[in-house]
């Protein structure tokens, strides 16, 4: 039987507590954790009335942010985090912290996968499905999928690396700007910028 879904799938990238309102809070959390709710439930919403196939719609693959140990990836106590390398506590592994955010339905993703549970693991192509070794790309290139649509946040750190790896996976990338929260605005324009550079479309609004 011939596969019908679309090659094209949508990465949500790292929407936990701590990115949004929590330690590790970025400006625009809340905005953007609810447009990409509203933005999935039309996806799959639109999908269910047509009465198509599951597979007709772009699959929607979530990441988290899952630390336990990640080595060097937080501040040392009693030291400043200096938010390029080293960072406050955030999203350890089981605590509210690295759960969903409360404005994102998590059962609006098809998959999850996490990463960074002994590494920094800023990228989601670091991932893996929970408790199983499948990796982001191995589950993409099972699926056939060609492309890529990004959203998340931090703009300027996950969800870059993200779109950059999906780039040097083959993969056509495309970023929605509205749709990602950065941790600086300056940070977020630098990295959009790189990733036109390396051929990724970055879009205002999704489509
Ligand atoms: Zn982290």
């Known amino acids: ?22 330690s590790l809070g970025t400006a625009r959390g809340v905005e953007v954790a609810r447009g990409i709710n509203a933005w999935l439930r039309e996806v799959v919403g639109a999908d269910a009335e ?16 899952w630390h336990i140990n990640p080595q060097g990836h937080f501040a040392p106590e009693g030291e400043e985090p200096d938010y390029e390398n080293t960072w406050p506590v955030h999203c350890v592994a089981d605590t ?3 759960q969903v955010c409360g404005e994102l ?11 960074g549970e002994y590494t920094a693991a800023y990228s989601g192509f670091e991932g893996h499905l929970a408790r199983e070794e499948q990796t982001l790309k191995q589950w993409l290139n099972s ?33 929605v700007e509205e749709l990602c929260s950065a941790v600086s ?23």
């Open 1 to 22: 039987m011939v596969s019908t879904h679309s090659r094209e799938a949508i990465i949500v990238v790292d929407v936990q507590n701590d990115f949004v309102d929590g």
């Open 50 to 65: 047509e009465g198509a196939e599951i597979n007709s719609r772009p699959l929607i693959a979530g990441t988290m942010d």
């Open 96 to 98: 509210h912290g690295a």
């Open 105 to 115: 339905n998590p059962e609006l993703m098809d998959v999850w996968f996490h990463k």
């Open 143 to 175: 699926l056939e999928i060609e492309h890529v649509t990004i959203v998340g946040i931090a703009t300027d750190f996950c969800v870059r690396a993200t779109a950059e790896d999906a780039l040097k996976a083959g993969f056509g990338v495309t970023v």
């Open 185 to 207: 605005e300056d940070g977020a324009a630098k990295a959009l910028d790189a990733l036109r550079a390396a051929g990724a479309e970055v879009i205002a609004q999704p489509r």
